[in-house]
């Protein structure tokens, strides 16, 4: 995927240069900086910064007005309710953070916490937005208010004040940094993964969750919608439907992702829903993006591997197990995991290898035994396989599948007779286990026991297991059957194994 991989490079490449430019600007002066996610072109605002208080008067008064007034009557009327202080500069920054009307705009010492706010708006994720820088002028002095005990959530901001007695700032006395809208994602992951930057940190307050409570709300239950959806896939055997059902699924998780861009589990689910569809390039890019925003994780290792080897890129499937691995070194199920995709490259030594490995690490797994089996019947090793088989069955005789299995070892080594016990055994624990019925009349036929045989081939064919493509796979025709076993089939035996 090389174009893949330079898009990402050029839109990394294009978000540090961002960074820059605001660095290299604020080099020669002594600055405070706001991010805002969009411009206010329109009237009345024409790209003013503006204070909460002039944007509420500015939409209803026509003429100019005065805001300092307005401002001082508030102040006026809000010292009633402030018990633990008189001071008109502390009353007036806590009424700014608690989201009251004031003539303050906000601003930041940190540039880098001005391009979280330029970006932190699922509103205006399609709007570009600015970054705003303001020198420190001499004559500006006054009107830069420090609060004096700032509560946690202007500590994580590092927030400063600009109280002017316009109620704006134009944009000629100041410095602005467009933000491109395509930027405004990897700048957050930027921010996140680089320097702790994130809704978490900026927002950590009570006040803070309340504020952003919405839009976390939003993203849940957009993100369970798409869950839901993608759960419906495994109610149907339609493929359009399944399509339907990942399309719908896809959707309610990029509405999640847009209301809450460091939300993990949305990116694992619609890359997995992505991967499902055969779409390997944005399913890729989910998980790199999931793990960007949870790097510990070593399960968005093990899933993007699958992806890897689905595209054929082996190495960097090799890579992200190694990762797993190093994140979660005791975890047997990433060495079946691997185990299985040396299998896939036809690697048997090492997948046992991995087998060896899972089983050390968890003795007791049942299925760890039935997977090593399976590779040792591959590879003809009879006696081996029979040993896993019987120790899986020890650990948990309730599974029907390790009896259907053993019952494959016995049948591909000619003892009929034990198969024949392990198919029934499957049976009487799964009635339903098509496979089990259709294995269960093969054997049967090994032994020309027509009745059993039919009796078991059209149960096998009511629950809707595929005997007549089962039988060709493993004899090729009726004719092979016949000539390697030197038999003649009866007709009504194979009336069941022809192909329509």
């Known amino acids: 995927m090389p174009n893949q991989s330079k898009n990402l490079n050029d839109t990394l490449i294009d978000v540090r240069n ?27 605002y024409y790209g003013k910064i503006c204070s909460s208080l002039y944007r509420q008067y500015a939409r209803i008064e026509a003429d100019e007005f005065d805001i300092e007034s307005i401002q001082g009557e508030i102040l006026d009327e809000a010292k009633a309710y402030c018990h633990e202080t008189n001071d008109l500069i502390e009353i007036i920054t806590q009424l700014q953070h608690y989201g009251g009307k004031t003539n303050l705009i906000d601003f ?41 005990n700032p509560r946690n959530r202007v500590i994580a901001q590092k927030s400063v004040f600009v109280r002017h007695p316009n109620g704006y700032l134009g944009p000629n006395e100041v410095e602005i940094i467009t933000i491109p809208a395509r930027l405004k994602l990897p700048l957050l ?19 803070g969750f309340i504020i952003n409570q919405r839009f976390h709300e939003s993203a849940y239950l957009e993100f369970h919608r798409g869950l839901t959806a993608q759960l419906s896939v495994y109610a149907t055997e339609i493929p359009e439907e399944k ?35 055969g779409d390997f390039g944005h399913a890729i890019d989910d998980f790199n993006n999931a793990i960007e925003l949870d790097p510990n994780n070593a399960d968005i290792y093990i899933i993007r591997s699958d992806v890897h080897l689905g595209n054929g890129n082996y190495d960097l499937a090799m890579e992200d197990f190694m990762k797993a691995i190093e994140l979660n ?37 049942a299925d760890a035994y039935i997977i090593r089996g399976d ?57 339903d286990n098509g496979e089990a019925f259709y294995n269960l009349g093969f054997a049967w036929m090994q032994k020309q026991n027509w009745q059993e045989a039919k009796l078991n081939l059209t149960v096998a064919n009511i629950l809707k297991s595929d005997i007549v493509k089962e039988f060709h796979n493993i004899y090729g025709s009726i004719a092979n059957f016949e000539k390697e076993n030197d038999v003649k089939l009866p007709e009504d035996i194979t009336s069941l194994l022809i192909p329509n």
């Not at 702790?196 to 940190?201: A, D, V």
Request: with cysteine; aromatic share 12%; net charge negative.
């Open 375 to 431: 590779t040792y019947l591959a590879l003809d090793d009879f006696s081996l396989a029979l040993a896993d088989f019987d120790k899986a069955i020890e650990l948990n005789p309730d599974n029907s599948n390790a009896y259907i299995i053993r019952g494959d070892a016995y049948f591909r080594d000619g003892n009929f007779d034990l198969a024949i016990e392990d198919y029934k055994q499957a049976i009487e624990l799964n009635s």
């Open 108 to 148: 930041t010492t940190d540039h880098l916490i001005a391009i979280f706010f330029a970006c932190d708006s699922s509103a205006s994720i399609k709007e570009d937005g600015r970054i705003i820088l303001l020198e420190k002028k001499e004559e500006r002095k006054n009107q830069i208010l420090y609060p004096q």
């Open 329 to 365: 070194p005791d975890d047997a199920d990433i060495y079946i995991h691997r185990g299985y995709s040396y299998l896939e490259q036809d690697n048997s030594e090492l997948a046992l290898a991995d087998f060896n490995q899972a089983i050390k690490l968890k003795p007791e797994y």
């Open 18 to 44: 961002i960074v820059k430019e605001i660095e290299e600007k604020a080099s020669d002066g002594d600055y405070i900086y706001r991010g805002e996610p969009e411009h206010h072109e329109e009237p009345p």
């Open 189 to 207: 992951t930027y921010l996140r993964k680089y320097h702790g930057i994130s809704t978490e940190k900026i927002y950590n307050d009570l006040h």
């Open 243 to 277: 399509h339907a059902a990942f399309e719908k699924a896809i959707e309610h998780y990029s509405r999640a992702l847009k209301l809450k861009p460091d939300l993990p589990e949305a990116s694992i689910h619609r890359g997995v829903a992505y991967f499902s569809m």
